[in-house]
């Protein structure tokens, strides 16, 4: 495998696991226990983690056949993880998934564009 289908590969597991994590960590808590609006919201910040994860996953196969749509696949997905965090920003600094996004978005361009 090559080094950027690896770090493909590596920053969507670090996006699917920190999902996993945040919703086994709501659902423990107090949010956990009822299920309301409150709950609903911050399980889909987990699904938004699990699933651009999942696409950036899915798409260093592609990156590795050096395939046109695995570049814009994870680089969307990468875009969107950036957004993300920038809404959270108020309220949970996630600055190691916004330092590995944008390295990764800096590494598919040079790479692509190579």
Same mark, same amino acid.
């Given at each position: 495998?090559?080094?950027? &289908? !690896?770090?493909?590969?590596?920053?969507?597991? #670090? $996006?699917?696991?920190?999902?996993?994590?945040?919703? /086994?960590?709501? @659902?423990?808590?107090?949010?956990?226990?009822?299920?309301?609006?409150?709950?609903?919201?911050?399980?889909?910040?987990?699904?938004?983690?699990?699933?651009?994860?999942?696409?950036?996953?899915?798409? &260093? !196969?592609?990156?590795?056949?050096?395939?046109? #749509? $695995?570049?814009?696949?994870?680089?969307?997905?990468? /875009?969107?993880? @950036?957004?993300?965090?920038?809404?959270?920003?108020?309220?949970?600094?996630?600055?190691?998934?916004?330092?590995?996004?944008?390295?990764?978005?800096?590494?598919?361009?040079?790479?692509?564009?190579?």
């Amino acid at each position: 495998m090559s080094f950027l &289908s !690896i770090a493909v590969l590596v920053v969507g597991a #670090w $996006a699917i696991i920190n999902g996993v994590l945040h919703d /086994i960590f709501v @659902l423990r808590s107090e949010h956990g226990k009822v299920y309301d609006r409150n709950l609903l919201r911050l399980l889909m910040d987990g699904h938004i983690l699990i699933t651009c994860g999942a696409v950036q996953m899915l798409a &260093s !196969i592609g990156i590795e056949e050096h395939a046109h #749509w $695995a570049y814009y696949m994870a680089g969307i997905a990468g /875009i969107s993880l @950036l957004v993300y965090c920038a809404m959270i920003w108020p309220f949970l600094k996630s600055l190691a998934t916004i330092t590995i996004n944008t390295v990764l978005l800096v590494l598919l361009v040079v790479n692509y564009l190579s």
